[in-house]
């Protein structure tokens, strides 16, 4: 029994906002921002929130994969920036589907949220105890951004992708491999609430995402090869058997790199960093969604599927489509 992905969905908020944009409200340019990551625009929730951006996503993944709401078993939301801390994404994404025989929970694993989500789905539905599972990835990134950083808030989008797994005998998941490093966590942060309550002073302000980009890029270029060689090898595959590659967008160098890395054309990598920045665990499945919907993934294609990024978090999965 394998885990197929049956529908998928996406949604990004209205309002695009290019590298020229920026360049007019801070000292950055489009010349600066493309030649070193490769992103032209990115989308910023000025009237969406989250759970509006993941429902969009969510009825495109079941109109496709035919499944009702209520026929779902399980919603997992993966997610750095859900709207509340209380109640989750995937709760809030329950009542707005109207899901109700579902059990859900959210998955914060960055950048590699969902591949976590996914692979988490993958076990649940192979053990048998869920049939129709919904899996999201979705952030409003630009909430978390300090905007006097330059260097850090002109990569990130907002905007969110889901999937609908099922069980399936022939095609599915093959192989999936997970790591995480919280020993180098301090290269890419946002500290949460601090604790406040009256035997401490609590005089913290808004915190924001920081991050060292050479660390992470380092992290980055090392590990996604390394980690997809052994899912293709778990999955009994040559790297030449595989179709495409969708990884996370945080940089157009790095998913060059990859690909040199792998000995992979770079043709097998679809990339939308051009026109979304970098999602979190929004950018595996809004790729995978203008993918499937342009048509590039024929059933039977090998798919390989790789995240990385804060925590350090890292995962990969091969599938048959
Ligand atoms: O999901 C995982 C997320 N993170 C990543 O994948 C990040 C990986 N890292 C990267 O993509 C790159 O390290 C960055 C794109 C973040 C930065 O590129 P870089 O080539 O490592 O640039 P840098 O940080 O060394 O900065 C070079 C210069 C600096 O100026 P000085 O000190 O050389 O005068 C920066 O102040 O570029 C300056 N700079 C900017 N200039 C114009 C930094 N940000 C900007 C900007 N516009 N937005």
Redesign the pocket.
Same mark, same amino acid.
């Given at each position: 029994m394998k885990t197929r992905i049956c529908g998928t969905g996406s949604a990004l908020p209205k309002r695009e906002v290019t590298n020229d944009d920026l360049s007019r409200i801070?000292? !950055?340019?489009d010349e600066?921002?493309k030649s070193?990551?490769g992103i032209g625009s990115r989308h910023l929730a000025v009237e969406e929130t989250l759970v509006s951006l993941a429902a969009n996503a969510a009825k495109g993944a079941l109109e496709e994969a035919n499944v009702l709401p209520k026929d779902l078993d399980m919603i997992l939301a993966a997610t750095l920036s859900a709207d509340n801390v209380l109640p989750t994404l995937s709760c809030e994404l329950q009542r707005e589907l109207g899901a109700s025989n579902a059990v859900a929970f959210d998955i914060n694993a960055?950048?590699s949220g969902f591949l976590f989500a996914l692979q988490t789905a993958d076990v649940y539905i192979r053990s048998g105890q869920y049939k129709k599972i919904l899996v999201v990835g979705g952030e409003i990134l630009s909430k978390l951004m300090d905007w006097n950083d330059?260097? !850090?808030c002109?990569?990130f989008g907002d905007g969110a992708g889901a999937a609908v797994v099922m069980p399936d005998e022939a095609s599915g998941i093959l192989s999936s491999v997970q790591g995480s490093d919280g020993a180098r966590g301090g290269v890419?942060s946002c500290p949460g609430r601090k604790n406040n309550n009256p035997y401490v002073t609590n005089d913290a302000g808004l915190s924001f995402v920081s991050?060292d980009?050479?660390e992470?890029?380092k992290f980055?270029v090392r590990t996604v090869p390394k980690a997809i060689m052994e899912a293709v090898e778990k999955a009994g595959l040559a790297m030449e058997e595989i179709d495409l590659f969708i990884l996370?967008q945080?940089?157009i160098?790095?998913i060059e790199s990859v690909a040199k890395r792998l000995k992979v054309p770079m043709e097998k990598f679809p990339t939308n960093l051009e026109r979304c920045g970098?999602i979190?665990a929004g950018s595996v499945p809004v790729l995978l969604d203008d993918a499937n919907r342009k048509g590039m993934l024929k059933r039977g294609d090998r798919v390989v599927l790789a995240g990385?990024?804060?925590g350090l978090t890292w995962g990969a999965s091969v599938l048959t489509w």
């Open positions: 801070m000292d !950055t340019s600066w921002i070193r990551t960055a950048c330059r260097s !850090t002109v990569l890419l991050m980009g050479q992470v890029y980055a996370h945080a940089n160098r790095i970098n979190s990385f990024g804060a």
